[in-house]
């Protein structure tokens, strides 16, 4: 799930996430994600997904054996 919230930023730094993400084929709010996603990569800080599918496998590993 997305969370939306404003996000100030300074006018030039804007524009050079705008051209950026012309560059890239991205929008705006794409490319600041991307940027976002890439600086927790890099930190290692990236927050461990659920979603549906990983907690149906969650579900199955921790099934006990038919006896």
Not at 1 to 26: N, P, T
Not at 54 to 66: A, G, L, Q, Y
């Amino acid at each position: 799930m997305k969370k939306s919230f404003a996000l100030r930023v300074d006018a030039e730094v804007y524009e050079a996430i705008e051209k950026w993400a012309a560059d890239e084929f991205r929008s705006t709010n794409g490319q600041i994600e991307w940027i976002l996603s890439d600086a927790l990569k890099r930190a290692k800080r990236t927050p461990r997904r659920t979603s549906a599918g990983d907690n149906d496998e969650i579900m199955k590993s921790n099934k006990k054996p038919k006896s």
